[in-house]
């Protein structure tokens, strides 16, 4: 019995046809499918990675030779060696693991859940890997260790899945959800890549990327139903300077054979070196650490259902043209029906073309990999380190950021003695993060502050715009100290590992029986020892001016906790917990105090899907912050002010919040946004003495619909005049304010500039304001100065109440950790108002 003949295939399992119309496999059966592979082929062999964040499995399937599958910890240890050349003895040693390695390939599906096809094709792939005997899949089975992630995304399946089944027959049929696929991030989730922050990444980078260093990581998309049918690499200009030639070019040379292969086959509609850069690293991990990232981006159709679509429907859109017949786009589609099936056939044909590419040349594969990571510890000039001063405003997150470097395999280390570097002494404890290392360009990408290159479609005409942010600077988002050493230096050092966090602790401050308890507020984590505190019904004061306490200076906005009971081992619980430093003192300070109250705050959810309000709800979970979901029919509903102090609109586009899904799309029950009615209560909620925040394009609606004596300076202000792209700006605050608390004179924001506003303000407190000069950190800013001193943070009173309005993003992805306290202080303070 041939191995084909004795392994069912996805048909066998599933019952009908891959891609079949209106059919999608949810995620149980697909795990089940593997799992049937893997018992019934010794070609597979599949492992759970863990636990995604609803709790379902994980899993990727390894394929290759059986002999090969039957040594993948001696392919592991190679591939190890070759990353880290300082393991090799000599260059008898390094040619002897490449002639032994395999390339390493890893596959991942669907980490957009709507983008169904690639996760179906899984199954396709899995099966002939497992059954062909032919040529082309016995060279990729003896030279290719392929890792193949079905789904990266399995939670947002199982949401998409039951949204799609719901409409079936309905004259809704294959509209989008009207909700984030993934518990928090939504779309978002390809953005994750360098902070880590969600259960997927951190799965997939740790059982994947650092266990196997692939030298190919393939990002399996799709995009809009009216564009070319598939688009890959080659990548557009601007490329991050830190991702090596090597991969420039192998980037360009795998894409290019891929779209050749395909087109060769038939596949009309094939693009290139459109749409997409690869300046951010927000999904690039493996660019740096040695290997490429492709993607491709399959067209789309409404989910499971097929579209018919004439020529003359299809657009252009960020320079992806599906008319012109050119060296990029060489056989256009000529229109018709494109289904599901389409979509797994051309996905199938992609990942077959990349394993034999990777299989062809699997010599040259190893040797660029090898080479990429003798250039990477080799002495380089400037920056040669990165300096963390173990002093800093808020060491928690200071430590947050270097647990990101460790958890991302740079090296780390810690001065034991007092060094100089670049003519500067600095103290032993100092952490010293060098650029000759492995994955040093991880920690150069990260820790630098680039400017973007300024790309226009001609002098002076408006900006090529970039596919995602411009600045992703840890340091400038998180607001921590770190230093950029220019010339090479000596230091003696130590290897500094986990933990990273200060020790917490109750520290007594005079003598006696602690009467009372001061917690700063300049790290994050006071924030969430407070939001502990006040679910727990433990009376929580705020200094609303500087104190002088047991012979300490306390600043404005130190929270102050009474000593007794069960109080004393509660707060001392909760220092160590979260590693903050709780003064004890001797008595209960005297002076102006605020009475905390555990916020009533309410969380606008559109339903319209925004990241922005599922990433609201994963720092507020986070932090132990409490919140209540409000979708578009509560807050036309009314009668907020008796549930809520507080009410939160997340950045969305004005209009989606106004108009919301259109009842030409969605169900009654869906469409139609706040509304008239909804913009009137909101208004009276504030009246009424609650407080609304909003931040970036959420501002402009509170401004514009709530009828707030406050302008928008950048309304209707052409790009080829003004323009930025997440970028990195200097702010102002007026720390006296009480939203500004704990928070630094200069501080740093996130700019989307993606129509962000900045207010002059004619009736309220300009709590931030932009400098008069440049202030551009990092990425990209054209017209500066229509920013001075234009308000970045408002609070502007309405009635009994107040609109905190924030122009930037302030908690964006979980990455600006700078500026949490903004929106931790503006909840307190509303709380504590109303």
């Not at 660029?368 to 928690?396: K, N, S, W």
Request: charged share 20%; aromatic share 8%; hydrophobic share 40%.
């Amino acid at each position: 019995m041939t191995q084909e003949s004795s392994i069912p295939s996805p048909r066998d399992h599933l019952g009908y046809e891959v891609g079949e119309d209106r059919k999608l496999a949810d995620w149980p059966e697909i795990v089940a499918y593997f799992e049937l592979l893997a018992k019934s082929s010794d070609r597979v062999q599949l492992s759970e990675l863990g636990k995604s964040t609803e709790g379902v499995p994980l899993i990727m399937a390894v394929i290759s030779a059986p002999e090969t599958i039957a040594s993948l910890d001696r392919y592991r240890d190679i591939q190890a060696k070759l990353a880290d050349p300082r393991t090799i003895a000599d260059s008898d040693e390094a040619e002897s693991l490449i002639a032994a390695g395999k390339t390493v390939v890893l596959v991942t599906c669907s980490i957009h859940a709507t983008e169904v096809g690639a996760t179906q094709m899984s199954m396709l792939v899995g099966h002939r890997l497992a059954t062909d005997d032919g040529e082309t899949v016995r060279e990729i089975l003896d030279n290719v260790i392929f890792l193949l992630v079905p789904c990266l995304n399995p939670d947002g399946l199982t949401m998409v899945k039951e949204w799609y089944d719901s409409t079936l027959g309905t004259y809704y049929e294959g509209v989008n959800p009207p909700f984030l696929y993934n518990t928090y991030t939504g779309h978002d989730n390809n953005r994750d890549w360098f902070m880590f922050t969600q259960a997927e990444t951190r799965l997939a980078v740790e059982h994947c990327h650092n266990a196997w260093h692939p030298h190919i990581v393939f990002d399996m998309h799709q995009t809009r139903q009216d564009g070319m049918r598939l688009i890959m690499p080659p990548f557009i200009d601007p490329i991050d300077p830190n991702v090596h030639p090597i991969l420039q070019a192998n980037i360009a040379m795998m894409g290019s054979a891929m779209a050749a292969e395909l087109t060769g086959q038939g596949k009309a509609g094939i693009g290139i070196n459109v749409t997409y850069d690869i300046y951010s690293p927000s999904r690039a991990y493996q660019h740096y650490h040695g290997g490429v990232r492709i993607l491709s981006e399959a067209a789309s159709v409404r989910i499971a259902t097929p579209v018919e679509l004439k020529v003359s429907e299809l657009t252009v859109a960020r320079g992806a043209d599906p008319f012109q017949r050119v060296w990029n786009h060489p056989m256009p589609w000529q229109g018709g029906r494109w289904s599901l099936r389409d979509i797994v056939d051309y996905d199938d044909a992609a990942v077959m073309a990349c394993l034999a590419n990777a299989a062809r040349y699997r010599e040259m594969w190893l040797r660029g990999f090898h080479a990429i990571g003798a250039d990477a510890v080799a002495e380089q000039e400037g920056p040669t380190a990165y300096l963390v001063p173990q002093t800093q405003r808020d060491t928690v997150t200071a430590a947050e950021m270097l647990e990101i470097l460790d958890f991302a395999a740079v090296e780390l280390e810690e001065a034991t003695q007092e060094f100089v570097a670049d003519g500067v002494a600095y103290p032993a404890g100092t952490r010293v993060v060098r650029v000759a290392q492995p994955y040093g360009a991880f920690a150069k990408t990260m820790l630098g502050n680039d400017r973007y290159p300024e790309l226009t479609h001609y002098e002076g005409g408006p900006p090529v715009q970039p596919y995602d942010n411009t600045a992703h600077s840890l340091p400038l988002q998180m607001g921590v100290a770190v230093v950029e050493v220019q010339e090479p230096f000596d230091a003696k050092t130590k290897p500094l590992t986990a933990p990273f966090r200060p020790k917490g602790k109750v520290a007594a401050r005079g003598k006696g029986k602690a009467a009372a308890y001061v917690i700063g507020c300049e790290t994050n984590a006071a924030f969430k020892a407070v939001f502990r505190l006040l679910a727990d019904k433990v009376p929580v004061s705020r200094t609303m001016e500087a104190l002088d306490i047991d012979g300490g200076r306390v600043a404005p906005g130190a929270f102050v906790i009474k000593g007794g009971g069960k109080r004393d081992a509660l707060v001392a619980k909760i220092a160590k917990s979260e590693s903050i430093t709780v003064a004890s003192v001797g008595a209960v300070p005297k002076g102006s105090l605020s009475k905390l109250t555990a916020p009533r705050v309410g969380l606008y959810k559109s339903y319209v899907p925004t990241a922005e309000e599922g990433w609201a709800r994963f720092v507020f979970d986070e932090y132990a912050m409490p919140y209540e979901t409000l979708v578009d029919r509560d807050i036309r509903q009314g009668d907020l002010r008796d549930r809520f102090d507080v009410i939160l609109l997340p950045h969305q586009k004005p209009e989606e919040i106004h108009e919301g899904q259109s009842v030409a799309d969605y169900p009654l029950d869906l469409a139609g946004g706040l509304g008239d009615a909804g913009a009137k209560n909101l208004r009276a909620f504030v009246e009424a003495g609650g407080t609304l925040i909003a931040w970036d394009g959420a501002a402009q609606y509170a401004a514009r619909h709530l009828d707030l004596r406050v302008r928008n300076t950048l309304d209707g202000v052409p790009d080829s005049e003004f323009y930025a792209r997440g970028s990195l700006l200097r702010v102002l605050l007026d720390t006296r304010h009480p939203i500004a608390f704990g928070m630094p004179e200069r501080s740093v924001v996130l700019f989307s500039g993606q129509n962000a506003p900045a207010f002059d303000v004619m009736a309220g407190e300009a709590v931030g304001v932009y400098p008069p000069h440049d202030p551009l950190l990092s990425g990209w800013l054209t017209g500066h100065e229509k920013l001075a001193d234009k308000a970045a943070l408002a609070s502007v009173p309405v009635g009994a109440g107040s609109v905190v309005l924030m122009g930037f993003r302030v908690h964006f992805r979980a990455q600006a950790r700078g500026t949490y306290k903004l929106l931790f202080n503006a909840i307190l303070t509303g709380a504590a108002s109303g």
